[in-house]
């Protein structure tokens, strides 16, 4: 079987993260709305009580404490977007960058990509590859790889 470059893996969770940065966005902004629209009924005279101001409270609770965990897992992913973004800048060569932004934070195809760049399809490999191994030594000078 062959093993994956640690350096495509490394690349290819931007994406991914890319993904559930904007999930968390979203699973935030519900648990804000779920919270802020819990209504509770006022009356002049209350002689009973049908829980709605607990109901609310809870409601409150549950949402601080879901922003809480989905801010920390949403600069987690952010954290990622960024370091995998310094990887790439390190490359070198700008035509190099330019594919590995298409390929990976863009989700382009190298086909896609030849046209962009005025290569062929093997030039675009090859560049692809060259620009997969600088990324491969920058992480490996910040010890950064975890599949050797």
Known sequence: ?????????????????????????????????????????????????????????????????????????????????????IAIGTVKDPVQQTVLIEKYINGKSLDEIKSLIGYEIRNTQIIHGRALWSVKQYLERKGMLTDE
């Open 1 to 85: 079987m062959k093993k994956t470059n640690p350096a495509k893996t490394y690349l290819m969770r931007y994406r991914a993260a890319k993904s559930r940065a904007a999930a968390l966005e979203t699973a935030i902004r519900e648990a804000y709305d779920a919270a802020t629209n819990t209504t509770v009924s006022l009356k002049e005279i209350c002689v009973q009580t049908s829980g709605g101001g607990e109901a609310t409270a809870n409601a409150v609770i549950r949402m601080v404490d879901a922003e809480k965990l989905l801010s920390d897992m949403r600069a987690e992913s952010l954290r990622d977007l960024t370091e995998i973004s």
